[in-house]
């Protein structure tokens, strides 16, 4: 019922008939580079604080992005 490993094979033959070395691998290092970005998306996005929606009293929503505490380097020292 599954496909075979021959069929596979006439397939992938065909296909390289089609379209041609050069071009397949070519093909396949835009989907990995496109892969490869996708998962780097990803992981920023985890990084990211997430955005709070606030409701004003009139019912418009806002985003207000978390913002990170920086430490104050200009303020004098004692």
């Given at each position: ?11 992938l033959a065909i296909v390289l008939v089609l379209f041609g070395a050069k071009r397949l691998r ?53």
């Amino acid at each position: 019922m599954g496909i075979s490993i021959w069929q596979l094979l006439i397939i992938l033959a065909i296909v390289l008939v089609l379209f041609g070395a050069k071009r397949l691998r070519s093909v396949g290092s835009d989907l990995g580079a496109a892969i490869k970005g996708f998962k780097q998306s990803i992981k920023e996005e985890e990084t990211k604080p997430e955005a709070v929606e606030q409701k004003q009293p009139d019912g418009q929503v806002f985003e207000a992005k978390a913002e990170e505490k920086k430490s104050d380097d200009t303020a004098p020292k004692a």
